[in-house]
């Protein structure tokens, strides 16, 4: 086991806990205010792998920005191993992939992870054996010295998730992670997370793909226009036996929405 920096931990109680958290936008037309998130609470257990569901503008973004401590929420508490997400050690122990994420594209992958390496204050020959180990997980190994302004969208989604992955964090958070991908590219990251499900890490992510969610998850939190609906667990998505014989229809009728 590595070390990270010394105001860094690597082992943590890895867990995420939201009491009750709101959030409001305000238009630049009109100045009309939008409910982005309606008193949310909900508490992800170190080692639990929950997904987040829900339509375009239901609130999954803003819920892992303001976990990741980018925008504070209107009321409420967030704490991450117990610290706010405004304590940088909040930080230390949790690996991010955004969901459009950009890089130096004058980099190679190579250079953008020992980057997060040494960022995160890994020595040279550890950050080199995870780079070397990440990279074959994703199919990105023979690329690790080809720029990255030549990748397409899905390779640089797969870069990214070497780059929130590869100072091997105790939480990962992960928004729209098969964004870009191709079948084979997703076949990786789906291993990819399972993996780290059997390592005891505890997984965030949003996904509009319910098949991949539903594959890979311990529980899953519907959401609409900003409300925590409801959670299912693993257990009640596969031994659902009724007319709702899948996530997708579970999630429509949480939602109410079947005939839209």
Do not use: W
Not at 100 to 105: Q, R
Not at 251 to 256: G, Q, R
């Amino acid at each position: 086991m590595f070390s990270l920096s010394e105001n860094c931990y690597v082992k943590t109680m890895a867990k995420i806990e939201l009491n009750n958290i709101s959030k409001t936008y305000v238009s630049e037309f009109r100045r009309r205010k939008k409910k982005a998130v309606k008193s949310v609470s909900l508490t992800i257990d170190p080692a639990d792998s929950f997904g987040i569901i829900g339509v375009n503008g239901a609130g999954k973004s803003t819920i892992i920005k303001m976990i990741m401590g980018f925008i504070t929420p209107d009321s409420g508490r967030i704490r991450i191993s117990g610290k706010p997400p405004s304590d940088p050690d909040s930080r230390c122990s949790i690996g991010y992939l955004p969901e459009n994420p950009y890089f130096y594209d004058n980099l190679t992958p190579g250079e953008l992870l020992m980057f997060s390496c040494r960022a995160s204050g890994l020595d040279r020959k550890t950050a080199e054996h995870r780079i070397d180990l990440l990279l074959d997980q994703v199919g990105l190994r023979v690329e690790k010295d080809r720029k990255l302004r030549t990748f397409s969208k899905g390779m640089t989604q797969r870069a990214g998730i070497c780059f929130a992955l590869v100072h091997d964090p105790e939480i990962v958070i992960l928004d729209e992670p098969m964004s870009g991908l191709d079948p084979l590219g997703r076949h990786m990251v789906i291993g990819l997370i399972q993996d780290l499900k059997k390592r005891g890490k505890t997984v965030l992510f949003c996904s509009h793909i319910l098949n991949d969610v539903e594959r890979i998850c311990d529980r899953v939190g519907v959401m609409d226009r900003g409300s925590l609906k409801r959670i299912y667990t693993r257990k009640e998505i596969l031994e659902n036996d009724g007319p709702e014989a899948s996530l997708e229809d579970l999630f429509l009728t949480t939602i109410n929405r079947k005939g839209e």
